[in-house]
């Protein structure tokens, strides 16, 4: 050898001798931060010497060090002999190696754990920039029995990507099938992959695992490049993990769609304590959706992030109204929104109007005030686009219908038999509304829940006949009340739902992507005016459309005595 090879060995064997031999309790040898780079076997020997003589390992860390093929080769040599070893935390452990080195490297580690007949519990291989081929390394360890008792695996900042999302749900799968076989299923509690790259098609892979494993408590995958396809069916997934305590998707892109499919789920799950969409474009629909899981559910939610999501004042403040029955909220975090100096304000005020100012975070990047012609077209969400239902795709329609207790045979909108009912839809008049008689009620399969769009068309259609002749009046509220009160009869989600796509429709409220604008009309806010009045539209119902309406009452000014009528039935009803 070399003498400045020898001279790097002994200045490493000092460095291991000297400073890593920490025992912190419960069985735990640390080398962690060390900086050690370690190439060659003779690089470890030291280390591997003090592995040995540890007789009760049970955690071993090695993060913050360099470790190449033939020393992990060493160091998998002495883990065959320590059976006791759960916990593993090698994160940042390759800095400076070639790719082609890593996964060679894992499969020396992996190797030794599974001869050894360990029984982890804790894998941690964060920030190793491993990519797909850093998975296959891993892949044999994860389906082996050795994690068949994993409770965390953390995989942050490894530029996975799509292929390495697929084979690790994949290996994750077929754990969870050979420790079910021997009765001891796969009980994953905490899972971290976020900045990897995951993309749609790699989280969609990961959901049927993590719906298969339902032990989820923690879920952290913010910044992979998700949209609402991916979302979609990773809040599928997770609402069968009814243990879930903290889900982090920051950074993805959620838009109304992957937002409405998340707050259903979440409406499944009572121990949620943290949500984080930071910077997930939520939006306004989306996040008055939130408000209403809020309102009727997450009874333990201590924090909420909906940061630069795109929210504007009227959205934020429903936001706030939701979080009144929270005695465990510790943290809001609205900021980078669209509310305005006037908006931040009032968000402010009515935090503090339920003794809650302190927990409402800064609004220093606060964007302004959204431009009135900033309508975005994102995900391609045209108006003939019907949301695709409420979050999910078509092709899950009967298994959306299923969970939500409606009739798997309701017909869905345009599908009615009768003709004469088809005749209104297409061109709508009193006369032929009241020549309808008690035939209105083949309108009631236009209202479908999951079209919400259609079904607003179909109530604002109706609306729009008001008259103040008495018989035309009775008929069109009766209808209009018909309508609504379905539509207002499943959740309060879906009921937030509809009154935020009818606001959307008649312009007060900023609505996601390209839609053109029902022309308001007097009768559209007097049938409003007479529904706050009844006993099916609940009280809070109509502090939404109130909150909504008085930050845009600009938007109404065509029917400015309309729009007094209806103000003053909402201000009474909120009152009440």
């Keep these: 050898m070399k003498r400045c090879d020898l001279m790097a060995s002994d200045d490493i064997a000092q460095l291991v001798h000297a400073l890593s031999k920490t025992h912190l309790g419960d069985g735990e040898l640390s080398y962690k931060g060390l900086g050690l780079k370690l190439d060659k076997a003779e690089s470890v020997e030291r280390l591997v010497q003090e592995i040995e003589q540890y007789q009760d390992l049970r955690a071993l860390r090695l993060e913050g060090?360099?470790?190449?093929?033939?020393?992990?080769?060493?160091?998998?040599?002495?883990?065959?002999?320590?059976?006791?070893?759960?916990?593993c935390y090698w994160s940042d452990l390759f800095t400076g190696r070639l790719r082609s080195e890593i996964p060679m490297a894992l499969k020396s580690l992996g190797s030794g754990l599974m001869t050894a007949g360990a029984r982890?519990?804790?894998?941690?291989?964060?920030?190793?920039?491993?990519?797909?081929?850093?998975?296959?390394g891993i892949d044999q360890l994860l389906r082996n029995t050795a994690c068949h008792t994993l409770r965390e695996l953390r995989l942050n900042n490894c530029g996975m990507g799509i292929g390495g999302g697929k084979i690790l749900a994949e290996a994750l799968t077929e754990c969870h099938r050979q420790s079910s076989a021997e009765r001891t299923p796969l009980t994953l509690r905490v899972f971290v992959a976020g900045r990897n790259r995951l993309e749609n098609e790699g989280a969609t892979a990961l959901a049927k695992a993590f719906q298969l494993m339902g032990s989820l408590e923690e879920v952290h995958m913010p910044q992979n490049g998700i949209n609402h396809a991916g979302v979609t069916a990773l809040a599928s997934a997770l609402r069968h993990n009814k243990d879930l305590r903290v889900l982090d998707l920051n950074d993805n892109i959620f838009t109304k769609r992957g937002t409405l499919a998340m707050a259903q789920a979440l409406g499944h799950l009572r121990n949620v304590q943290v949500i984080n969409f930071g910077d997930c474009l939520v939006r306004c629909e989306g996040a008055i959706a939130l408000a209403a899981v809020l309102r009727e559910g997450l009874p333990v939610l201590k924090e909420l992030n909906l940061s630069f999501g795109e929210i504007t004042e009227a959205a934020a403040l429903v936001v706030a109204q939701a979080l009144v029955d929270k005695p465990h909220m510790e943290k809001v975090d609205l900021n980078g929104n669209c509310l305005g100096e006037e908006g931040c304000e009032a968000l402010r005020e009515a935090m503090e109007a339920q003794d809650k100012a302190d927990m409402l975070g800064?609004?220093?990047?606060?964007?302004?005030?959204?431009?009135?012609?900033?309508?975005?077209?994102?995900?391609?969400e045209h108006e003939n686009d019907d949301d695709a239902s409420i979050g999910y795709d078509a092709c899950n329609e009967e298994e959306f219908v299923k969970e939500n207790g409606m009739t798997a045979n309701e017909e869905s909108p345009s599908k009615s038999q009768c003709p004469e009912v088809l005749s209104f839809l297409q061109c709508p008049s009193a006369e032929k509304l009241l020549q309808l008689g008690e035939m209105r009620r083949h309108l009631l399969p236009e209202v479908n829940i999951l079209y919400p769009h259609k079904a607003v068309d179909v109530l604002l259609k109706?609306?729009?006949?008001?008259?103040?002749?008495?018989?035309?009046?009775?008929?069109?509220?009766?209808?209009?009340?018909?309508?609504?009160?379905?539509?207002?009869?499943?959740?309060?989600?879906?009921?937030?739902?509809?009154?935020?796509t009818l606001l959307v429709h008649i312009g007060v409220l900023k609505g996601e992507g390209k839609r053109k604008k029902v022309p308001l009309v007097p009768g559209h806010l007097l049938c409003l005016e007479h529904a706050v009045q009844q006993d099916y539209l609940a009280q809070h119902y109509a502090s939404l459309v109130h909150t909504i309406l008085s930050k845009n009452l600009e938007a109404l000014k065509s029917c400015s005595s309309s729009v007094e009528r209806l103000n003053s039935a909402l201000e009474k009803r909120c009152l009440d």
């Excluded at 804790?122 to 081929?133: I, K, Q, R």
């Excluded at 302004?368 to 012609?373: L, S």
């Excluded at 379905?486 to 959740?491: A, F, I, N, V």
């Design 362 to 380: 800064s609004l220093s990047d606060d964007e302004g005030e959204p431009d009135e012609e900033d309508d975005d077209d994102d995900e391609g």
């Design 120 to 136: 982890l519990t804790v894998l941690d291989l964060s920030d190793n920039a491993f990519g797909p081929d850093g998975v296959k």
């Design 65 to 87: 060090n360099t470790l190449g093929v033939d020393a992990a080769r060493a160091i998998a040599k002495v883990l065959e002999t320590k059976q006791q070893l759960q916990r």
């Design 462 to 500: 109706v609306a729009s006949l008001y008259s103040e002749e008495p018989v035309a009046k009775t008929t069109v509220l009766e209808t209009f009340d018909m309508l609504l009160r379905k539509l207002l009869s499943s959740s309060t989600l879906q009921a937030y739902i509809t009154f935020s």
